[in-house]
């Protein structure tokens, strides 16, 4: 590769197509030099210094943080010597990428390496191939040369290895005649009640999801059982962004819930905890009821408008800028948003800026002013009648409900 600019704009599109992370560092200037991510820059630059991550000229594949997959290799041009890191792989999309569980794991083992590999080792093998068929192809327009085939024989026993264990665990699966898994069906009955916002029912549903014996995921019975509840939760956290909730607010309850379920000392404890985050779910899906048609119908550029919004709502936010980010042209999100939510943009963005209002002034000591100003309002004034127009009443007047009450 003779030009720095087009082999930048090869890896750019190998990305945009391969969704594997890629970071290129100068070993001169102990620098990035190129990062297709800069979210990621201060991760890759950390990983980069670790000093147990050796780069050669072949390429190398490490396990770091107990479970996130990454590779390194060095190439020269122009007499320059740079270091390429590709991954990490369980950390691209949290949101559409089932190996956010292994950040899960990783959390509720408290790094314990050897219970996550028996863990993953008994229930769940992690799909690496196309994440070696991506460092083929990076390696290859780095720097011209093609892999030996040895690298994929050891991949090759190792998947002979698994698959064998797999087939084995299923036989005696079929022998046994009470199933120590949790059902598909009784799963989805168990997630449509949440995700309906029907608290009542998803509390008896979930009652029988805690009666139910499972396997044991690891050796410790206190461990497997917070991984139990933290794989369950991690599927409820996601299904209610899926159904209208905060982005941000999801998330927090998903990680007050880690941090206080692996301090938890017995199953009670982490049954009673589980119980009452499933309800707070329920309350918030119910409590946002956002789309008007079936989730599964939603207009994608729709969801993404929602959750640019969520994620905005400091800001000012215009229809133009929303547009932009959905790559959509402004009258198609008009008349889908209106389809899908029943309401305008512009009614809903409103909407949703005031129910956050009249979260600061329930919870916080924040004047009307800061709140009109946090909230990126044009004028206390003009936050204030609009706050009466979706309310009925102003905010100081709301508040003042709230004291009395």
Same mark, same amino acid.
Not at 77 to 83: K, Q, W, Y
Not at 115 to 128: Q, T, W
Not at 192 to 199: H, Q, W
């Given at each position: 590769?003779?030009?720095?600019?087009?082999?930048?704009?090869?890896? $750019?599109?190998?990305?945009?197509?391969?969704?594997?992370?890629? %970071?290129?560092?100068?070993?001169?200037?102990?620098?990035?030099?190129?990062?297709?991510?800069?979210?990621? %820059?201060?991760?890759?630059?950390?990983?980069?210094?670790?000093? @147990?991550?050796?780069?050669?000229?072949?390429?190398?594949?490490?396990?770091?943080?107990?479970?996130?997959?990454?590779?390194?290799?060095?190439?020269? /041009?122009?007499?320059?010597?740079?270091?390429?890191?590709?991954?990490?792989?369980?950390?691209?999309?949290?949101?559409?990428?089932?190996?956010?569980?292994?950040?899960?794991?990783?959390?509720?083992?408290?790094?314990?390496?050897?219970?996550?590999?028996?863990?993953?080792?008994?229930?769940?093998?992690?799909?690496?191939?196309?994440?070696?068929?991506?460092?083929?192809?990076?390696?290859? !327009?780095?720097? +011209?040369?093609?892999?030996? $085939?040895?690298? $994929?024989?050891?991949?090759?026993?190792?998947?002979?290895?698994?698959?064998?264990?797999?087939?084995?665990?299923?036989?005696?699966?079929?022998?046994?005649?009470?199933?120590?898994?949790?059902?598909?069906?009784?799963?989805?009955?168990?997630? %449509?009640? /949440?995700?309906?916002?029907?608290?009542?029912?998803?509390?008896?549903?979930?009652?029988?999801?805690?009666?139910?014996?499972?396997?044991?995921?690891?050796?410790?019975?206190?461990?497997?059982?917070? /991984?139990?509840?933290?794989?369950? !939760?991690?599927?409820?956290?996601?299904?209610?962004?899926?159904?209208?909730?905060?982005?941000?607010?999801?998330?927090?309850?998903?990680?007050?819930?880690?941090?206080?379920?692996?301090?938890?000392?017995?199953?009670?404890? !982490?049954?009673?905890?589980?119980?009452?985050?499933?309800?707070?779910?329920?309350?918030?899906?119910?409590?946002?009821?956002?789309?008007?048609?079936?989730?599964?119908?939603?207009?994608?550029?729709?969801?993404?408008?929602?959750?640019?919004?969520?994620?905005?709502?400091?800001?000012?936010?215009?229809?133009?800028? /929303?547009?932009?980010?959905?790559?959509?042209?402004?009258?198609?999100?008009?008349?889908?948003?209106?389809?899908?939510? +029943?309401?305008?943009?512009?009614?809903?963005?409103?909407?949703?800026?005031?129910?956050?209002?009249?979260?600061?002034?329930?919870?916080?000591?924040?004047?009307?002013?800061?709140? %009109?100003?946090?909230?990126?309002?044009?004028?206390?004034? @003009?936050?204030? $009648?609009?706050?009466?127009?979706?309310?009925?009443?102003?905010?100081?007047?709301?508040?003042?409900?709230?004291?009395?009450?």
């Amino acid at each position: 590769m003779k030009n720095m600019d087009d082999l930048l704009l090869g890896l $750019n599109l190998f990305y945009r197509s391969s969704n594997c992370y890629i %970071s290129i560092f100068n070993m001169k200037d102990n620098n990035i030099f190129w990062s297709c991510s800069d979210d990621f %820059s201060a991760f890759f630059k950390e990983i980069f210094q670790r000093p @147990y991550i050796k780069f050669g000229d072949k390429p190398k594949i490490f396990l770091i943080n107990g479970l996130e997959l990454i590779a390194v290799f060095k190439f020269s /041009i122009f007499n320059e010597e740079f270091a390429v890191l590709l991954g990490p792989v369980f950390t691209t999309d949290p949101f559409n990428d089932s190996g956010l569980f292994g950040k899960t794991l990783y959390l509720v083992t408290e790094g314990d390496t050897k219970k996550i590999k028996d863990y993953l080792y008994k229930v769940k093998i992690s799909e690496k191939q196309s994440f070696i068929d991506d460092l083929f192809l990076c390696y290859f !327009m780095l720097t +011209g040369n093609t892999m030996e $085939n040895e690298y $994929n024989i050891e991949e090759k026993i190792i998947y002979k290895s698994i698959n064998r264990d797999i087939e084995k665990r299923i036989f005696e699966m079929r022998e046994e005649e009470e199933p120590d898994y949790f059902p598909f069906e009784r799963q989805e009955t168990v997630l %449509s009640a /949440i995700t309906s916002g029907d608290v009542k029912r998803a509390k008896e549903l979930c009652k029988t999801f805690l009666c139910f014996k499972p396997f044991k995921r690891c050796d410790d019975n206190l461990t497997s059982s917070k /991984i139990r509840y933290m794989s369950a !939760m991690l599927v409820i956290y996601r299904q209610a962004i899926l159904f209208g909730v905060d982005e941000t607010h999801s998330a927090a309850i998903y990680k007050e819930f880690c941090k206080k379920i692996s301090y938890a000392k017995n199953e009670l404890e !982490m049954k009673n905890l589980f119980l009452s985050v499933v309800v707070e779910y329920t309350q918030k899906i119910s409590d946002s009821n956002v789309y008007k048609v079936d989730i599964r119908k939603v207009n994608p550029a729709v969801k993404k408008a929602v959750s640019y919004i969520s994620q905005h709502l400091h800001s000012y936010i215009s229809v133009y800028d /929303i547009c932009c980010y959905c790559a959509v042209s402004e009258s198609y999100l008009r008349i889908n948003f209106k389809h899908d939510l +029943g309401k305008s943009i512009v009614d809903f963005i409103n909407e949703q800026k005031i129910r956050e209002s009249k979260i600061l002034l329930k919870n916080t000591d924040y004047t009307i002013a800061e709140i %009109s100003g946090y909230l990126s309002f044009s004028s206390p004034s @003009y936050f204030a $009648n609009l706050f009466k127009k979706y309310c009925g009443k102003t905010p100081r007047e709301y508040r003042n409900s709230i004291d009395k009450c």
